[in-house]
């Protein structure tokens, strides 16, 4: 399984920007997709979720409201549509596929993810 993430780029305060996340070796529908980010000094955290369950949609309270999860089996890719943006939602974004033991109720935890894609850098700046 590799994923690919891609879309980031430099913002204005305000602005938006969709965030890709191309998949091979794996049909995009056939596992969770988890949504991270990493801002510089910070851990990594969880911010979407979206799951094989009817696509069911998880958020954290940070980006609730602003960001939308979708996937689309036709391109094989994952989407993080990013609005009304902050400065402090720059950070690295990464996407993942969920492991074979994954549970919703953990969708947070980086260990329910077994395959990671390299990130892509987001800076929300004027």
């Known amino acids: 399984v590799q994923l690919q993430a891609s879309g980031g780029g430099l913002v204005q305060p305000g602005g938006s920007l969709r965030l890709s996340c191309a998949a091979s070796?794996?049909?995009?529908?056939?596992?969770?997709i988890g949504w991270f980010r990493q801002a510089p000094g910070k851990e990594r955290e969880a911010i979407s979720c979206?799951?094989?369950?009817?696509?069911?949609?998880y958020y954290t309270d940070s980006v609730r409201g602003r960001f939308t999860v979708s996937r689309d089996r036709a391109t094989n890719a994952a989407y993080l549509q990013m609005n009304s943006l902050k400065p402090e939602d720059t950070a690295t974004y990464y996407c993942?596929?969920?492991?074979?033991?994954?549970?919703?109720?953990?969708?947070?935890?980086?260990?329910?993810?077994?395959?990671w894609g390299q990130g892509t850098l987001v800076t929300v700046s004027s």
């Open positions: 993942a596929t969920s492991s074979n033991r994954f549970s919703i109720w953990y969708w947070t935890s980086e260990s329910s993810y077994s395959s």
């Open positions: 070796g794996i049909g995009i529908g056939e596992r969770a």
């Open positions: 979206i799951s094989t369950e009817k696509d069911n949609r």
